[in-house]
T-cell receptor
Framework: NAGVTQTPKFRVLKTGQSMTLLCAQDMNHEYMYWYRQDPGMGLRLIHY???????AKGEVPDGYNVSRLKKQNFLLGLESAAPSQTSVYFCASTDWREGTGELFFGEGSRLTVL | GDSVTQMEGPVTLSEEAFLTINCTYT??????LFWYVQYPGEGLQLLLKATKADDKGSNKGFEATYRKETTSFHLEKGSVQVSDSAVYFCALSDNNNNDMRFGAGTRLTVKP
């Protein structure tokens, strides 16, 4: 069972470069999320999607864009990377219709911006 | 808005010691409560959950009881093992907003 898969797992960027993180889930979940994890701050929600073709801002959306063109994929883009975006990024998915909305997480993508 | 506050770490225990990690929440509605665990190099995974007041979630020897009167969901285990070393996150879900809020995480290290 693949579950939630994130690519790439590691990436080093220079300030100003752009990149896209891909999240893919095979559980037919409607809801998908992008979080960032920083020491001492837990997980903070960047953007989320409640279904194909929809996106919404979370707690810390600035500097990021997202797209959900297909139900199974949720892309997180950095147009002009900054050192403050050095973090570990986690994608998660769920289906709130099934109950309380347990989140299923990918293994994370570690991004370093120099 | 809804929020979760959990005990700051790190926590270091000897094997077979008793574990408590405190978690309190603030919510306007009736959230579901969760504990997630993150092992080194991995994503978060659900450890246990409780969906209404007085429910007790349990898994792998861990327990937590949903206490509405004290707005708490403390994690406990009677005898920890080295393999329990991980970061533990308390979280709540607001079913009205389809949103999940996480605490800052507590790093547990268990020494043999």
């Amino acid at each position: 069972n693949a579950g939630v898969t994130q690519t790439p797992k590691f990436r080093v960027l220079k300030t100003g470069q752009s990149m896209t993180l891909l999240c893919a889930q095979d559980m037919n979940h409607e809801y998908m999320y992008w979080y960032r994890q920083d020491p001492g701050m837990g997980l903070r929600l960047i953007h989320y999607s409640v279904g194909e073709g929809t996106t919404a801002k979370g707690e810390v959306p600035d500097g990021y864009n997202v797209s959900r063109l297909k139900k199974q994929n949720f892309l997180l883009g950095l147009e002009s990377a900054a050192p403050s975006q050095t973090s570990v990024y986690f994608c998660a998915s769920t289906d709130w219709r099934e109950g309380t909305g347990e989140l299923f997480f990918g293994e994370g993508s570690r991004l370093t911006v120099l | 808005g809804d929020s979760v506050t959990q005990m700051e770490g790190p926590v270091t225990l000897s094997e077979e010691a008793f574990l408590t990690i405190n978690c309190t929440y603030t919510a306007t509605g009736y959230p579901s409560l969760f504990w997630y665990v993150q092992y080194p190099g991995e994503g978060l995974q659900l450890l246990l959950k409780a969906t209404k007041a007085d429910d007790k979630g349990s898994n792998k020897g861990f327990e937590a009881t949903y206490r509405k009167e004290t707005t708490s969901f403390h994690l406990e285990k009677g005898s920890v093992q080295v393999s329990d070393s991980a970061v533990y996150f308390c979280a709540l879900s607001d079913n009205n907003n389809n949103d999940m809020r996480f605490g800052a995480g507590t790093r547990l290290t268990v020494k043999p």
